[in-house]
Nanobody, 121 residues
Framework: QVQLVESGGGLVQAGGSLRLSCAASGRTDAMGWFRQAPGKEREFVAAISRSGGSTHYADSVQGRFTISRDNAKNTVYLQMNSLKPEDTAVYYC?????????????????WGQGTQVTVSS
């Protein structure tokens, strides 16, 4: 019942920045970002509670990425700084109602179609 649409992906040089957006069609509680590179499993990147008071990050992006949200716009953001080639992947946003926050892939039940992020060296 909730549709998610990601935007903001693209090509960037190593050390650069990108800001991803995910617009939801309705109210959400827990929201998160995951990414998947070719031949690899989809992995957790960041998660946020509805209030924004609880955030979680994968060790690989800690200190470089920041997740935030604007509930008036039903939108979650991922600010990505100091990008590395190993950040190259399709990035997906996800949402779950009735949960404060979760880092676990299969606890989310709404998913976007993904946006490609490519970091060149």
């Amino acid at each position: 019942q909730v549709q998610l649409v990601e935007s903001g992906g693209g090509l960037v040089q190593a050390g650069g920045s990108l800001r991803l957006s995910c617009a939801a069609s309705g109210r959400t509680d827990a929201m998160g970002w995951f990414r998947q590179a070719p031949g690899k499993e989809r992995e957790f990147v960041a998660a946020i509670s509805r209030s924004g008071g609880s955030t979680h990050y994968a060790d690989s992006v800690q200190g470089r990425f920041t997740i935030s949200r604007d509930n008036a716009k039903n939108t979650v953001y991922l600010q990505m700084n100091s990008l590395k080639p190993e950040d190259t992947a399709v990035y997906y946003c996800a949402a779950r109602r009735g949960v404060v926050a979760t880092t676990r892939r299969y606890e989310y039940d709404y998913w976007g179609q993904g946006t490609q992020v490519t970091v060149s060296s």
